[in-house]
């Protein structure tokens, strides 16, 4: 469910997939995305909520939005791969309160920072609002 794509420097393309199995699970394809190697889990946890992937401009990593938990939607964390999706470094949780639940993340570059817009879901009240946040790209990059 909910794939989402990348182009990698070489070329090819990463695809991460949602699901419910507990970890993000991804595929690559070498030819435009006609064909794609087999669908391999990943070592990251994540609840069956969509992931977003982007490009940082300044430095080339890529950034990845998600929930790094295997069963609910918190907390929602962050992580950079310097060598294009092989390994996941500078973790950082975004959002943690046990009161909400947070999905679908996006990520849009401006200057010097992150835009970064997702749902919150109040599980006692049943509401969802759509939040977004301003963050330094070097916050990401920060210990």
Known sequence: MDPHIIQLKDGTILMTIRNQLGRIYQAIST????????VDSTDIQT???PIALRRVPETE???????????IRRPLSSAISKNEGEDWTHFKDIETSKEYSYSHP?????GNDTLLMYNQYDEKKG?????????PINWFYSV
């Open 31 to 38: 030819d435009q995305g006609s064909t794609w190697t087999h």
């Open 47 to 49: 609840a069956d909520s």
């Open 61 to 71: 990593d890529l950034l990845m939005i998600w929930n790094n938990s295997r069963e």
């Open 106 to 110: 996006t990520i849009t570059f401006k």
């Open 127 to 135: 509401w969802v609002s759509v939040k977004l946040k301003k963050f």
